[in-house]
């Protein structure tokens, strides 16, 4: 049964272009504008990186989470409104596995976002500090990422049963993307209230756990609280989405 799901998983997504495009072209559209309008502020003293698309590009791997957070609770929410979970919640198989098997499809799409990232940003120019293996490394940290994200888009959808209630929410995480050391390294943000939120911030911890592979070199401090982020953030929100799943299908 998990098998069955996960196959419909891969294959809903496969079949919807409206959710692989903008996950991964959106973000690197986004990293090209910045990398051209803010190439300037590689000028300023003490900024890591010679070139700001070396800079930016961890960007997109964060960005393509908050888009599998966005599709992967739209599917779910879809499924409780059009009765899926009714015909799931005759079955044996666990909770946990259910759900499991839903998300196959963001591993797929994390997988390939995180592929085209790389190839992308390869021609462009982008000098990997860690080589091959920061690459392995750069496309785990893309499906954590997605994981992670979707897990709480999961809880949202199945909680609300409403896709619009998923997009509604997806602002509000955008928004910590923002207030996050994204643009600006936090030593060099000169706004006290905005550096205060930016450390203060566990986005700022995921997009320098992936910038530390790509300019740095082998961190492990970096990579540490990035990987404990997204550990504490699936745990979190799978453990959400399975209660809201319980609910669900006794709604249902």
Avoid: C, H
């Avoid at 496969?14 to 000028?43: C, H, S, W, Y």
């Avoid at 920061?134 to 990422?145: M, P, Q, S, T, Y």
């Avoid at 809880?155 to 600006?184: D, H, K």
């Amino acid at each position: 049964m998990t098998g069955d799901l996960a196959r419909r998983s891969v294959m809903r997504t496969l079949r919807q272009p409206a959710n692989i495009i903008p996950t991964i072209v959106f973000p690197m559209v986004l990293v090209a504008v910045n990398a051209e309008g803010l190439d300037a502020a590689t000028k300023i003293p003490g900024f890591p990186a010679d070139s700001y698309l070396d800079f930016g590009i961890a960007v997109p791997f964060v960005q393509g989470g908050l888009f599998a957070m966005m599709n992967a609770g739209t599917d779910l929410a879809n499924d409780v409104e059009g009765g899926f979970l009714k015909r799931l919640a005759l079955t044996p198989v666990s909770r946990l596995a259910l759900l499991g098997g839903q998300l196959a499809g963001v591993v797929l799409l994390s997988f390939l976002a995180a592929v085209f990232y790389l190839v992308i940003g390869a021609i462009a120019g982008v000098d990997l500090q860690t080589g091959f293996g920061g690459a392995l490394v750069l496309i785990a940290l893309a499906i954590g990422l997605g994981m992670a994200f979707a897990s709480f888009g999961a809880f949202i959808g199945l909680r609300t049963g409403s896709g619009q209630a998923v997009q509604g929410f997806f602002p509000l995480f955008f928004v910590l993307l923002f207030l996050s050391s994204a643009n600006m390294p936090r030593p060099l943000i000169e706004q006290d209230w905005f550096r205060t939120i930016a450390t203060w911030n566990p986005v700022s911890y995921l997009v320098e756990g992936v910038r530390s592979l790509i300019i740095t070199g082998w961190d492990g401090a970096a990579l540490w609280k990035a990987a404990v982020i997204i550990v504490v953030a699936t745990a979190v929100g799978t453990y959400g989405a399975t209660r809201a799943l319980r609910t669900a299908m006794v709604r249902t």
